[in-house]
T-cell receptor
């Protein structure tokens, strides 16, 4: 079974708006990662947040982690059409395996 | 440039045939992974290898086989025993194998297998 579950499954916004995606997970984690996948391509790592961190920023990305609620959110500010992609959260429920959620499909309309 | 190369990008197979997907990396990474992705879904782990000549089953290993004879290479064979092999297959790697998974995965561009 998938460790992470993203919400919403699909999100459509206008260019310039912010996009927020959420991820919930089931077991304790060492870290949580977010990846991006353009249609028909491989995944690209965006950001990693450790279990002892609450918030992390990278450019237009902001990730939060609430270990008490077993949840994380990814915020993309001032979205662009090029941000259109699927976004996945991934966690490490056991040592050497990274488990992915089902993803959020983000569409940014120009 | 360093990276992960998967081939072929597209592959068609008749039912009953085995097919091997290639994954090569020149990143000097120790661990390599194979994931399967079905339309609109997340990634499911098939097999992974943390060191040469050693590999472990993931969540959906039935009908698949792998080998890790060289650090750079981790081919995946989809056998005729795999009941529904049509999918997008992704290979990934990461440096280091000790302790918890603390780093990121690097992915190839994927191989799309279609069974006719």
């Amino acid at each position: 079974s998938q460790q992470g579950e993203e919400d919403p499954q699909a999100l459509s916004i206008q260019e310039g708006e912010n996009a927020t995606m959420n991820c919930s997970y089931k077991t304790s984690i060492n870290n949580l990662q977010w990846y991006r996948q353009n249609s028909g391509r491989g995944l690209v790592h965006l950001i990693l947040i450790r279990s002892n961190e609450r918030e992390k920023h990278s450019g237009r990305l902001r990730v939060t982690l609430d270990t008490s609620k077993k949840s994380s959110s990814l915020l993309i500010t001032a979205s662009r059409a090029a941000d259109t992609a699927s976004y996945f959260c991934a966690t490490v429920p056991s040592g050497s395996r990274l488990t992915f959620g089902e993803g959020t499909q983000l569409t940014v309309n120009p | 440039d360093g990276g992960i190369t998967q081939s072929p990008k597209y592959l068609f197979r008749k039912e009953g045939q085995n097919v091997t997907l290639s994954c090569e990396q020149n990143l000097n990474h120790d661990a390599m992974y194979w994931y399967r992705q079905d339309p609109g879904q997340g990634l499911r782990l098939i097999y992974y290898s943390q060191i040469v000549n050693d590999f472990q089953k993931g969540d959906i290993a039935e009908g698949y086989s792998v080998s890790r004879e060289k650090k750079e290479s981790f081919p995946l064979t989809v056998t005729s025993a795999q009941k529904n092999p049509t999918a997008f297959y992704l290979c990934a790697s990461r440096p280091g194998t000790r302790g918890f998974f603390t780093g990121e995965l690097f992915f190839g561009e994927g191989s799309r297998l279609t069974v006719l």
